[in-house]
Nanobody, 119 residues
Framework: QLQAFGGGLVQAGGSLRLSCTAS????????MYWYRQAPGKQREFVAS???????NYADSVKGRFTISRDDAKKTAYLRMSNLKPEDTAVYYC???????????????WGQGTQVTVSS
């Protein structure tokens, strides 16, 4: 199970940090992702971080967003700075997880957290 936290209302130019925590019988969490979906638009990739710490970002957020992870806490973070009104969306986390019992590797999605940036 994945739970995302940290969304809210912020003025343009402000910052927020999102968290995504995994729980349950987990052996390994491989790549962790953040996606977002704005009203009337398709869900889009925002950022990812591999088990080894390699990061990847959508062009629209490069230089403004930073993804990180704390494997001891089974948590990924998305630090968002210099936020723009076009960043307004529901943000979802996803993780590629190898569960212990049963031993199965699957993608899991969190429930989403709303980020609203006012101009």
């Amino acid at each position: 199970q994945l739970q995302a936290f940290g969304g809210g209302l912020v003025q343009a130019g402000g910052s927020l940090r999102l968290s995504c925590t995994a729980s349950g019988s987990i052996f390994t969490i491989y790549t962790m992702y953040w996606y977002r979906q704005a009203p009337g638009k398709q869900r889009e990739f925002v950022a990812s971080i591999t088990l080894g710490g390699i990061t990847n970002y959508a062009d629209s957020v490069k230089g403004r967003f930073t993804i990180s992870r704390d494997d001891a806490k089974k948590t990924a973070y998305l630090r968002m700075s210099n936020l723009k009104p076009e960043d307004t969306a529901v943000y979802y986390c996803k993780a590629d997880i190898l569960a212990r019992i049963p031993a199965k590797r699957s993608d899991y999605w969190g429930q989403g957290t709303q980020v609203t940036v006012s101009s």
